[in-house]
Antibody, heavy 115, light 108 residues
Framework: EVQLVESGGGLVKPGGSLRLSCAAS????????MTWVRQAPGKGLEWVGR??????????EYAAPVKGRFTISRDDAKNTLYLEMDSLKTEDTAVYYC??????WGQGTLVTVSS | EIVLTQSPGTLSLSPGERATLSCRAS???????LAWYQQKPGQAPRLLIY???SRATGIPDRFSGSGSGTDFTLTISRLEPEDFAVYYC?????????FGQGTKVEIK
């Protein structure tokens, strides 16, 4: 069974940083393109970015609102996906979901950016 | 960036009725790389359809997807009580990948 478990969310002040992790199991993580999606309270889904497999180049791409502030990385040895978030803004407040592209989603972790 | 516009915003139907949801793209979606997701309150989204018309594993055949280019449709042939939810389309043919704003299917 595919499992994706996010962690690392919490309350952070504007301008602060946070690192989210996503532990994957039940599939070959190194073969999967992985994606982060967020959902602000009461709003729709917003694509944050995705990272290719190392075989496909291992590159990451980002949505415009987070480009230059967020970094996606992966550790295939640990079956873990990361989202490093810097210079956080109040509008980054959302539930952040880790997804194995075109398959499965984690339960999400809440990030609140507030003073 | 490809903008996806879903319509209607809300669909009020009764169990047993047919639901037709639309997703229109601002530019052609490459290789029919369009997916549909279902989200219920307090839950993560679930993949229903990928590549415009392929059902994901375990998805009942009352869900079907069609379309190409800029116009795509999700059809639920006969609504079951568990189908009342919010539905999102997503294109993954060109970066940045984007979602539509969602269609809520509610009980009439």
């Amino acid at each position: 069974e595919v499992q994706l478990v996010e962690s690392g969310g919490g309350l952070v002040k504007p301008g602060g940083s946070l690192r989210l992790s996503c532990a994957a199991s039940g599939f070959t993580f190194s073969n999967a393109w992985m994606t982060w999606v967020r959902q602000a309270p009461g709003k729709g889904l917003e694509w944050v970015g995705r990272i290719k497999t190392k075989t496909d180049g291992g590159t990451a791409e980002y949505a415009a609102p987070v480009k230059g502030r967020f970094t996606i990385s992966r550790d295939d040895a640990k079956n873990t996906l990361y989202l490093e978030m810097d210079s956080l803004k109040t509008e980054d407040t959302a539930v952040y979901y880790c997804t194995s592209t075109l398959c499965c989603w984690g339960q999400g972790t809440l990030v609140t950016v507030s003073s | 960036e490809i903008v996806l516009t879903q319509s209607p915003g809300t669909l009020s139907l009764s169990p047993g009725e047919r639901a037709t949801l639309s997703c229109r793209a601002s530019q052609s979606v490459s290789s029919r790389y369009l997916a549909w997701y279902q989200q219920k309150p307090g839950q993560a989204p679930r993949l229903l359809i990928y590549d415009a018309s392929s059902r994901a594993t375990g998805i009942p055949d009352r869900f079907s997807g069609s379309g190409s280019g800029t116009d795509f449709t999700l059809t639920i042939s006969r609504l079951e009580p568990e189908d009342f939810a919010v539905y999102y389309c997503q294109q993954y043919g060109s970066s940045p990948w984007t979602f539509g704003q969602g269609t809520k299917v509610e009980i009439k």
